[in-house]
């Protein structure tokens, strides 16, 4: 199997609103592939369906070989998530979180502390892995939810706007141990971002997404013009105009999770 993700006129309507529209999209396994458009344009709802908290209006759907309708737990067990939305519990500490999180997948015990420990060790907090949560910055929050979504190691890892709010030195750290995990643990990595530089330097290949629809997908030097920047690229393609959310992604991540969790 060489597809990480395969999308076939992947649909999900939101009454009379068409959110991702008819999307058909192949990631090859081991790929860092970047999912770029202005707000609303369908990233997190698309993200939402292969991850099997969302059920598509229609068109399917296959995630590392699993059908995302039909084979729902099999996808769970092969991907970690990391919201748009920070999820951790800020009274326990970093090594409990990533504890919890393993024996909700059921890992044994032993299984627990070796993933605890060596995805700590790829985003570098091994070494605060006792603090609680509450004092850690925004910067290893999000790294501390990094290496949650490793804890079951999964074959593909979506992060949805992993580095949103973060100050560009904490920004590049994160580059790097997605970058670090990608290359030892082979997982194939699916992210959401607004930073274009974000995408230019870590994405082998990113889509354009545009009102539900791909505009234009390829390997960042290759979408570009002579001269262009890759945020030049993405302004040609999808304008200059504002987009006005109809719904905020903070409620609809709500929802999503209570039906995750359900
Ligand atoms: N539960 C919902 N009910 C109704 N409309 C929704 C719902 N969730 C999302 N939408 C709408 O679907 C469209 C796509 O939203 P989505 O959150 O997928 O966009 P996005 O690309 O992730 O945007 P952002 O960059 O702001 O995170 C938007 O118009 C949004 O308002
Ligand atoms: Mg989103």
């Known amino acids: 199997m060489k597809y990480a993700i395969e999308t076939d006129k992947l649909t999900k309507k939101y009454g009379e609103l068409t959110a991702?529209?008819?999307?058909?999209?192949?990631?090859?396994?081991?790929?860092?592939?970047?999912?770029l458009g202005p707000n609303g344009a369908g990233k997190t709802t698309l993200i939402s369906m292969l991850c099997t908290i969302l059920e598509p209006t229609s068109g399917k759907a296959k995630v590392n070989g699993f059908d995302i309708s039909a084979e729902q737990s099999s996808v769970r067990k092969n991907i970690g998530i990391v919201f748009q939305d920070p999820s951790l519990d800020d009274e326990l500490t970093a090594w409990e979180n990533l504890?919890?999180?393993?024996a909700l997948y059921g890992l044994s015990p032993q299984d627990r502390k070796a993933r605890a420990e060596s995805s700590l060790k790829t985003v570098e907090l091994y070494d605060k892995k006792d603090e609680?949560?509450?004092?850690?910055?925004?910067?290893?929050?999000?790294?501390l939810e990094i290496?949650?979504?490793l804890m079951h190691a999964p074959a593909v890892l979506f992060l949805d706007e992993p580095t949103i709010g973060l100050?560009?030195?904490?920004?590049?750290?994160?580059?790097?141990?997605?970058?670090?995990?990608?290359r030892e643990k082979k997982v194939?990595?699916?992210?959401?971002?607004?930073?274009?530089?974000?995408?230019d330097a870590l994405c082998g290949r990113v889509a354009i997404v545009d009102r539900g629809k791909i505009v234009a997908c390829g390997a960042p030097s290759k979408l570009k013009k002579k001269g262009e920047s890759l945020e030049e690229v993405f302004l040609r393609l999808t304008g200059n105009e504002i987009r006005e959310e109809k719904g905020s992604s903070t409620q609809t991540m709500r929802a999503r999770?209570?039906?995750?969790?359900k």
């Not at 100050?167 to 990608?182: C, F, G, L």
């Open 188 to 199: 194939t990595v699916i992210l959401t971002t607004h930073y274009i530089d974000e995408a």
């Open 257 to 261: 999770m209570r039906a995750w969790n």
């Open 167 to 182: 100050d560009p030195q904490t920004r590049r750290h994160i580059w790097d141990s997605v970058k670090k995990m990608n």
């Open 147 to 149: 290496a949650r979504g």
């Open 99 to 102: 504890d919890i999180h393993g």
């Open 132 to 143: 609680l949560v509450k004092h850690y910055s925004g910067g290893m929050k999000r790294r």
């Open 20 to 35: 991702v529209d008819a999307l058909s999209l192949r990631i090859r396994r081991g790929e860092i592939f970047g999912l």
